[in-house]
């Protein structure tokens, strides 16, 4: 049984890879750059300082990443002047934190975090790490947690993850909905403390 869950953002509690992709290889071909499909998703799981550094050179230089970024933060900002949410949630994921906020479980949510990071967060909380779920769709996003010690959830989004990391995995699912079905052998129900 476990104390806390974890999650990752991008990919996983919301849909934001897809239309990020998309906006990148459009703005690319606007720029007259072909940048593939396969190409992108060099940088699906790094952190922004990795994934500016593989973009630059994709882009052909620091300069062309630059002007870039600008277009695509410009395209993503248009594509949310409707109304419609920039990124819409994945889908199981309100009925996830809906279900774990009834047993009274403890979430975050960590992006990008170095394992010192981890242990430091979840250490201030009382948790031990080994006591956590973290759910993540990215080959990085696992290893960093496998790292810090916590057990690993693995939901894929745009990529599957590698051999090495599904086994070390405790479970791979297909979606949020599926963790559902676990939640009451892997999450107990808490007490619920008065604020």
Not at 32 to 55: D, R
Not at 136 to 162: F, I, Q, T
């Amino acid at each position: 049984m476990f104390a806390a869950a974890i999650f990752d953002m991008d990919g996983l509690l919301i849909d934001s890879e897809r239309p990020i992709m998309a906006a990148w290889i459009e703005v690319a071909r606007t720029l007259g750059i072909e940048l593939s499909h396969s190409q992108y998703m060099q940088v699906v799981g790094l952190s922004t300082v990795e994934s500016e550094v593989v973009l630059a050179s994709l882009l052909g230089g620091a300069a062309a990443y630059t002007h870039a970024v600008g277009l695509v933060r410009q395209r993503l900002q248009l594509e949310r002047s409707d109304g419609t949410p920039l990124f819409p949630i994945k889908s199981g994921a309100a009925e996830m934190l809906a279900a774990l906020r009834e047993r009274g479980t403890r979430c975050a949510v960590a992006s990008s975090s170095t394992s010192a990071q981890i242990q430091a967060c979840l250490g201030s909380l009382g948790v031990d790490p080994a006591d956590c779920i973290a759910f993540e769709d990215s080959e990085n996003g696992a290893k960093a947690a496998l790292a810090a010690g916590l057990r690993v959830v693995v939901v894929p989004d745009l990529k599957h993850p590698p051999a090495s990391i599904a086994e070390q995995a405790f479970h791979v699912l297909d979606s949020l909905h599926d963790a559902l079905a676990h939640l009451s052998r892997w999450f107990p129900q808490q007490a619920m403390q008065k604020v």
